[in-house]
């Protein structure tokens, strides 16, 4: 007989809103903490936006994770300049506006792995190299998902909605996710390092 995980059906409590807002927040100010590459024809920027998606994704799981960064999307698309480049929902035609897709999708995946690869459950009793490594495993899956949603949104966006030639713009976003590749996969290892001494602490307190 097939049983459904209570912890599916369990509706969104004034914590759960409250850690979505929170997370929402920081993933805001992640993108006013930022780098702008000088590639060319356009810059390519390197934010904090990435870590703090990672940290939505490790801390509150898939359905939470999700959330907040649907959160910040609903945000800036409404009209808050929260975004790397202002806000409103204009900010859809903008080619780059793939790679904030591909944070929710991220987070999501991010959440769901880490959750089956490695349990918050007696994290701190596990040795930390191999849990390292579990979680390092999820967020290489989010930073793929994050690239592949982000170039494919730009391929689109050059092949129907602008005049520019579609190689082009393809060739564009492959090369300024170049660029941020390594920068990236640092904030993948710093953000699963904090995730398993936060991830315990943060899961008690949900308990209560």
């Known amino acids: 007989m097939n049983q459904t995980n209570p912890s599916n059906r369990r509706k969104l409590s004034t914590r759960d809103i409250v850690l979505c807002g929170l997370f929402a927040a920081l993933i805001a100010v992640g993108a006013f903490i930022r780098i702008t590459l000088p590639t ?11 870590l703090f998606v990672l940290l939505a994704g490790f801390l ?11 959160t910040y999307l609903v945000i800036g698309l409404v009209g808050v300049p929260v975004f790397v480049h202002g806000g409103g929902p204009q900010y859809i035609f903008r080619a780059g506006f793939g ?7 991220a987070a999501f995946l991010v959440g769901l792995i880490s959750q089956r690869l490695a349990p918050a459950d007696g994290g701190a009793r596990r040795a930390f190299l191999p849990v390292l490594a579990r979680l390092m495993a999820a967020a290489m899956v989010g930073l793929v998902a994050y690239y592949a ?26 090369a300024g996710c170049m660029t941020t590749f390594l ?21 008690a307190a949900m308990s209560q």
């Open 183 to 203: 920068p990236d996969l640092a904030l993948c290892a710093i953000a699963a390092a904090l995730s398993i001494r936060l991830r315990p602490a943060l899961r």
């Open 149 to 174: 949603v982000g170039i494919a949104y730009y391929y689109f966006m050059y092949t129907c909605v602008l005049t520019t030639p579609a190689e082009w713009g393809l060739g564009i976003a492959i």
């Open 99 to 105: 790679f904030l897709l591909g944070f929710l999708l």
């Open 60 to 70: 509150l799981g898939a359905k939470l994770g999700a959330m907040s960064v649907a």
């Open 40 to 50: 060319e024809p356009y810059p390519f920027t390197f934010s904090l936006q990435w």
